[in-house]
């Protein structure tokens, strides 16, 4: 038997399939032609960050105008970092705002599983694949030997990493990597870069037209030694064989493009077209930094929907920083639904987007403002049932009065904005109701 097919079955005894049968098995989608299949690919380590609704609703959009898919898969191979149950909060919260995938790891569809920990009886055979071929191998580098190496790399001041010379395991052979195995060593697969630093490696980005970047020297690791995937290796893995044409994320990949542009030609696979969305920056005095989970409100979905946000106003401002020409066409087409907007890549702003909730409670303001009666009354209604149960009752207990008030100073040519969101409601209008009318001339009485 060949020696590397002799390995790779040592590693993999049980995966009987190769490449060829998972081609068959989730073959290209039968779309119109033009048609974009897209995707958002959460991790779930924690809530919905503004900027994730951002690239969801850019992906989501591009899809649905080209008549493509647009589906969402869970990226859960860092077990470490998991917090249970925040996969499905992440498809809760964005449904809150009508992007419903078509494709996901709660609906389900033709191309899943859509949850990677799922998968890795397709990753095994792709890594197996490449062990036979000579692209990938295993490495028994310990957390000792590895820091060894950065030591000596920081001594003479050469790039850190696991490359050329210092990828010790690399220049292993098949035989001493089988021994190594047999006596029980513990090992990762790392794929055998052919890069050469010398030279370019070049993306067209949708977004930011033509990138080069040095090609990856490094032999990066595509499978841990819990057998489980990185995330390198899985994504690219998942958006071939579930038939991804644009891959939207955030900008702070970019730099890894080298590593998947090399990751794709070694296996041959057809590359997807990428954009690079911008990432959402925050001012704070003359400096412009990124939204930070920890520091910002703004930076989680869940803050503008516990404070009653309409989710229209939130998209449309969210539409504003997509494309730069949105609001010269709101202005032309006010009454519009805000998805007759045909985004376009070519019209998306390069610098980091600046959040601005100044510019989105104005919208809100608008948007608020330009609902029907019994539109802004059943929004209202539905949001403080789920997080205002007080207002909710004070609802209830008479919903005929609540529509009444609703249409106070409403339609006609100058309609009422003084609600930014729903949670404004409430306090302006509580004393109409008996039972805080009551309430109001008691503490009146009293003081
Ligand atoms: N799971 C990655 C993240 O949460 C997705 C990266 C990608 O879209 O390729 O950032």
Same mark, same amino acid.
């Given at each position: 038997?060949?020696?590397?097919?002799?390995?790779?079955?040592?590693?993999?005894?049980?995966?009987?399939?190769?490449?060829?049968?998972?081609?068959?098995?989730?073959?290209?989608?039968?779309?119109?032609?033009?048609?974009?299949?897209?995707?958002?690919?959460?991790?779930?380590?924690?809530?919905?960050?503004?900027?994730?609704?951002?690239?969801?609703?850019?992906?989501?959009?591009?899809?649905?105008?080209?008549?493509?898919?647009?589906?969402?898969?869970?990226?859960?191979?860092?077990?470490?970092?998991?917090?249970?149950?925040?996969?499905?909060?992440?498809?809760?919260?964005?449904?809150?705002?009508?992007?419903?995938?078509?494709?996901?790891?709660?609906?389900?569809?033709?191309?899943?599983?859509?949850?990677?920990?799922?998968?890795?009886?397709?990753?095994?055979?792709?890594?197996?694949?490449?062990?036979?071929?000579?692209?990938?191998?295993?490495?028994?580098?310990?957390?000792?030997?590895?820091?060894?190496?950065?030591?000596?790399?920081?001594?003479?001041?050469?790039?850190?990493?696991?490359?050329?010379?210092?990828?010790?395991?690399?220049?292993?052979?098949?035989?001493?990597?089988?021994?190594?195995?047999?006596?029980?060593?513990?090992?990762?697969?790392?794929?055998?870069?052919?890069?050469?630093?010398?030279?370019?490696?070049?993306?067209?980005?949708?977004?930011?037209?033509?990138?080069?970047?040095?090609?990856?020297?490094?032999? /990066?690791?595509?499978? &841990?030694? #819990? %057998?489980?995937?990185?995330?390198?290796?899985?994504? @690219?893995? !998942?958006?071939?064989?579930?038939?991804?044409?644009?891959?939207?994320?955030?900008?702070?990949?970019?730099?890894?493009?080298?590593?998947?542009?090399?990751?794709?030609?070694?296996?041959?696979?057809?590359?997807?077209?990428?954009?690079?969305?911008?990432?959402?920056?925050?001012?704070?005095?003359?400096?412009?930094?990124?939204?930070?989970?920890?520091?910002?409100?703004?930076?989680?979905?869940?803050?503008?929907?516990?404070?009653?946000?309409?989710?229209?106003?939130?998209?449309?401002?969210?539409?504003?920083?997509?494309?730069?020409?949105?609001?010269?066409?709101?202005?032309?087409?006010?009454?519009?639904? /805000?998805?007759?907007? &045909?985004? #376009? %890549?070519?019209?998306?702003?390069?610098?980091?987007? @600046?959040? !601005?909730?100044?510019?989105?409670?104005?919208?809100?303001?608008?948007?608020?403002?330009?609902?029907?009666?019994?539109?802004?009354?059943?929004?209202?209604?539905?949001?403080?049932?789920?997080?205002?149960?007080?207002?909710?009752?004070?609802?209830?207990?008479?919903?005929?009065?609540?529509?009444?008030?609703?249409?106070?100073?409403?339609?006609?040519?100058?309609?009422?904005?003084?609600?930014?969101?729903?949670?404004?409601?409430?306090?302006?209008?509580?004393?109409?109701?008996?039972?805080?009318?009551?309430?109001?001339?008691?503490?009146?009485?009293?003081?």
């Amino acid at each position: 038997m060949n020696i590397r097919l002799r390995l790779a079955n040592l590693i993999f005894p049980e995966v009987k399939k190769g490449i060829a049968d998972l081609e068959k098995e989730f073959p290209k989608r039968q779309l119109p032609e033009g048609a974009m299949v897209t995707r958002f690919a959460p991790s779930p380590t924690g809530f919905l960050h503004t900027g994730s609704l951002f690239a969801s609703l850019v992906s989501w959009r591009y899809a649905k105008q080209s008549k493509g898919v647009f589906f969402c898969r869970l990226e859960d191979t860092d077990q470490k970092r998991e917090i249970s149950g925040s996969g499905d909060k992440v498809l809760e919260e964005l449904s809150a705002f009508g992007i419903i995938p078509d494709e996901s790891f709660v609906s389900g569809g033709t191309y899943g599983p859509y949850v990677q920990s799922q998968r890795k009886f397709i990753y095994d055979i792709v890594i197996k694949h490449l062990i036979e071929q000579g692209l990938a191998y295993p490495c028994f580098c310990t957390h000792e030997e590895l820091d060894h190496i950065r030591a000596e790399q920081e001594a003479k001041k050469e790039n850190p990493g696991y490359y050329g010379a210092y990828a010790k395991c690399r220049h292993l052979s098949e035989i001493e990597a089988i021994n190594k195995i047999e006596e029980g060593k513990s090992f990762v697969i790392r794929f055998r870069s052919n890069g050469d630093e010398e030279k370019k490696a070049v993306v067209d980005d949708l977004i930011r037209g033509r990138i080069e970047f040095p090609e990856n020297v490094q032999d /990066i690791v595509i499978m &841990k030694s #819990d %057998f489980l995937p990185t995330y390198h290796f899985a994504h @690219l893995v !998942d958006d071939h064989f579930m038939r991804t044409t644009h891959i939207t994320r955030g900008e702070e990949w970019l730099s890894s493009i080298p590593i998947h542009l090399q990751l794709f030609e070694a296996i041959g696979w057809e590359k997807p077209l990428y954009a690079h969305l911008p990432v959402i920056m925050k001012q704070e005095g003359d400096k412009r930094r990124k939204l930070s989970k920890r520091k910002d409100v703004e930076a989680s979905v869940r803050f503008f929907l516990e404070q009653g946000y309409p989710a229209e106003g939130f998209l449309e401002y969210l539409m504003t920083i997509a494309n730069t020409n949105f609001e010269e066409w709101r202005l032309d087409h006010p009454m519009a639904n /805000i998805f007759d907007f &045909k985004l #376009d %890549f070519q019209k998306m702003s390069l610098d980091g987007a @600046l959040f !601005d909730l100044e510019k989105l409670s104005n919208i809100s303001k608008e948007r608020l403002g330009a609902m029907s009666a019994s539109e802004i009354a059943m929004n209202a209604t539905t949001w403080a049932k789920e997080y205002q149960p007080e207002f909710a009752r004070a609802i209830e207990s008479d919903s005929h009065l609540f529509e009444q008030l609703m249409s106070i100073e409403r339609g006609g040519e100058k309609p009422r904005k003084d609600y930014i969101k729903y949670s404004d409601i409430f306090p302006i209008i509580q004393f109409m109701f008996d039972e805080y009318y009551q309430k109001a001339i008691d503490e009146e009485l009293v003081f």
